[in-house]
């Protein structure tokens, strides 16, 4: 590895481009092909890298409404002395949760939430 007359090694690579500073650091030359399939993996990665984050928060809106459905069901039967209007209501409200979580978007997953919280509330309140 040489270093240009008056520069030291750290301001020598920042002269460089990235392939010359990577022969100089690996001591292995990119050829002509590997640099655009190294900007292809970066660029995969970094796609993934903001991808995944969106499916796994439609994942915990649907997790979360499931879970509160389950809630409802276990406080309407806890609860036996719920009125039929209130019954009449929280079922209404979890048949409108249940069909926006059938939409399966994100959306959908989100409405659902709203929906069976409101749900839980009103029969957990009476």
Not at 51 to 71: E, I
Not at 107 to 121: K, W
Request: net charge negative.
């Amino acid at each position: 590895m040489t270093v240009s007359a008056g520069h030291s090694l750290a301001e020598n690579l920042n002269l460089r481009s990235d392939a010359t500073r990577s022969a100089l650091i690996t001591g292995h030359t990119l050829t002509s092909a590997e640099v655009p399939m190294k900007h292809a993996l970066l660029a995969g990665l970094l796609l993934t890298a903001f991808a995944l984050p969106c499916v796994a928060n439609a994942n915990d809106d649907n997790n979360q409404c499931q879970m509160n459905l389950s809630k409802i069901r276990d406080a309407k039967v806890a609860n036996p002395d719920l009125s039929d209007a209130v019954k009449s209501d929280i079922d209404t409200t979890v048949h409108r949760a249940e069909a926006a979580l059938a939409r399966h978007n994100d959306d959908g997953g989100r409405e659902c939430v709203a929906l069976t919280q409101q749900a839980l509330q009103k029969a957990q309140s009476h």
